[in-house]
T-cell receptor, first 111, second 112 residues
Framework: EPEVTQTPSHQVTQMGQEVILRCVPI?????FYWYRQILGQKVEFLVS????????KSEIFDDQFSVERPDGSNFTLKIRSTKLEDSAMYFC?????????FGPGTRLTVT | QKEVEQDPGPLSVPEGAIVSLNCTYS??????FMWYRQYSRKGPELLMY????GNKEDGRFTAQVDKSSKYISLFIRDSQPSDSATYLC????????????FGRGTSLIVHP
């Protein structure tokens, strides 16, 4: 069964550093998403991506965040200058519309 | 009032019990209603989704939507210890990117 994969599973970085989180969505899906979940809190939407451009983004997705689909399979989230409050699980999801399938997540720890 | 409200629990039940998980919401535009299961430190896994009001059954799981009351439920029959997880409700409006708004999740513990 096809699934969304994410790398790395855990990333530790120092405050102010740039990180890139990687995702391989399910191959025939058209919509791609990034979410984050701070420990013990709700899953929060960051950004959606369709037809090689951002289709929606939340207030959380400010100028320090960017997304890219550098080739036909990968989907990346870049955080330019990490802050302590960026520590969270980051989930990639892909879907064909209403249904979204989540990856296992990347745990980002900013020290 | 928060858009989606869900009791965080924990809800502890014996194996074999019928479990009822619920969410309320305030946004009348929500038309798609989803239930996700999330094991500790894993990604949410889509269990079921329904459109508008009514019931949907899949094996031991039944999802119900009552749009007039803005209330959705997930029932689990013959619960198993492997059902122990956090259950997230999520809902979205029609169109756009179908961005779901999540509840905070209910922690379910099924003990043998």
């Amino acid at each position: 069964e096809p699934e969304v994969t994410q790398t790395p599973s855990h990333q530790v970085t120092q405050m102010g550093q740039e990180v890139i989180l990687r995702c391989v969505p399910i191959s025939n899906h058209l919509y791609f998403y990034w979410y984050r979940q701070i420990l013990g809190q709700k899953v929060e939407f960051l950004v959606s991506f369709y037809n090689n451009e951002i289709s929606e983004k939340s207030e959380i997705f400010d100028d320090q965040f960017s997304v890219e689909r550098p080739d036909g399979s990968n989907f990346t989230l870049k955080i330019r200058s990490t802050k302590l409050e960026d520590s969270a699980m980051y989930f990639c999801a892909s879907g064909g519309g209403r249904e979204q399938y989540f990856g296992p997540g990347t745990r980002l720890t900013v020290t | 009032q928060k858009e989606v409200e869900q009791d965080p629990g924990p809800l502890s039940v014996p194996e074999g019990a019928i479990v009822s998980l619920n969410c309320t919401y305030s946004n009348s535009a929500f038309q798609y209603f989803m239930w996700y299961r999330q094991y500790s430190r894993k990604g949410p896994e889509l269990l079921m989704y329904t459109y508008s009001s009514g019931n949907k059954e899949d094996g031991r799981f039944t999802a119900q939507v009552d749009k007039s009351s803005k209330y959705i439920s997930l029932f689990i029959r013959d619960s198993q210890p492997s059902d122990s997880a956090t259950y997230l409700c999520a809902m979205s409006a029609v169109g756009g990117s179908y961005i779901p708004t999540f509840g905070r999740g209910t922690s379910l513990i099924v003990h043998p």
